[in-house]
């Protein structure tokens, strides 16, 4: 099993910017990619953002391409996310998952990932 620690979240203004981070532990020779979900209020879990680690391939949602930034440090077992121009419509919780070799399912569904953190709130007002 991996552990996963997200940094804590925050409040931000529209059009301003956010870096959250994650941090793993536990069988982390096991995980072959990360992932950043979010969930609004009401609303299912949605990909936004992963990255292998092997490769540093990344993946993005067509809702955050262009503004947001996924990269990992190896060395520290640890993936971020750079979100610049952020809008209101980005509010949720925001979820950092891993992916173990293996698995066959893609990398933009939930079902794709075993290890989850506990979520960070990250809120932009307009």
């Known amino acids: 099993q991996v552990q996963l620690v997200e940094s804590a979240g925050g409040l931000v203004q529209a059009g301003g910017s956010l870096r959250l981070s994650c941090a793993a532990s536990?069988?982390?020779?096991?995980?072959?990619?990360m992932g950043w979900f979010r969930q609004a209020p009401g609303k299912e879990r949605e990909f936004v953002a992963a990255?292998?680690?092997?490769?540093?391939?990344?993946f993005y949602a067509e809702s955050v391409k262009g503004r947001f930034t996924i990269s990992g440090d190896n060395a520290k077992n640890t993936v971020y996310l750079q979100m610049n121009s952020l809008k209101p419509e980005d509010t949720a919780v925001y979820y950092c998952?891993?992916?173990?070799?293996?698995?066959?399912?893609?990398?933009?569904?939930?079902?794709?990932?075993?290890?989850w953190g506990q979520g960070t709130q990250v809120t932009v007002s307009s």
């Open positions: 990255i292998t680690w092997s490769s540093g391939i990344t």
């Open positions: 998952a891993a992916r173990s070799s293996g698995n066959s399912r893609s990398v933009l569904v939930p079902e794709g990932y075993k290890d």
């Open positions: 536990g069988r982390t020779w096991s995980t072959y990619a």
